[in-house]
């Protein structure tokens, strides 16, 4: 299932599209949190807070305390572009199959559970192509991790910048100078 990250709205709200239909909200936060997500999957909605810090990214429902950690993931090499994810005790591999494309690969036991992408053209957009047994919360998750892993990288995709308009890193990205700082 193709998921995509919409561009920033004047809210700055992002939104996630799957067969053309809104799934889940990101919203740059000002505070402690680095975004907040809204998912609505059909059986109900709930709300996330995504925190980045330590170099290390997390997320947990706005209802847990601010020590509870249900997805997790770290950079284990910014070199190579491999990550290390736990989502709810599912845990992933991710690669970057290849060098000339800004693309990540999840897995989990050799078994491919998303493969993130672009939209392509003048504006690129990241997407996800899940595995249909991946649940939504997840699948946004990954996709802010593609958001955060593009920003750092410089990639000039679509990116929520904290004021909520879509930049290309640090730097912008686009003039070949390399992009943000990131992790």
Do not use: C
Not at 85 to 108: F, I, K, Q
């Amino acid at each position: 299932m193709l998921y995509v990250l919409d561009t920033a709205g004047p809210d700055g709200a992002v939104r996630v599209q799957q067969d053309g239909r809104t799934v889940a909200v990101l919203r740059p936060d000002d505070g402690e949190a680095t975004a907040r997500a809204e998912v609505s999957d059909g059986a109900g909605g709930r709300s996330w807070v995504y925190t980045r810090g330590d170099g290390k990214l997390t997320g947990r429902w706005t209802t847990d305390g601010p020590d509870v950690v249900r997805l997790h993931a770290r950079r284990t090499s910014w070199w190579k572009g491999t990550w290390s994810v736990a989502l709810e005790g599912t845990e992933l591999d991710v690669t970057t199959p290849s060098m000339w494309r800004n693309t990540r690969r999840y897995t989990s036991g050799g078994r491919v559970l998303a493969q993130g992408g672009s939209t392509g053209g003048w504006s690129p957009r990241p997407t996800l192509d899940a595995d249909p047994s991946l649940p939504v919360d997840h699948v946004v998750f990954l996709l802010w991790i593609e958001l955060v892993a593009a920003r750092s990288s410089g990639d000039s995709a679509a990116l929520v910048g904290a004021d909520g308009s879509a930049d290309g890193g640090a730097d912008g990205g686009a003039d070949g100078g390399g992009g943000g700082g990131g992790d």
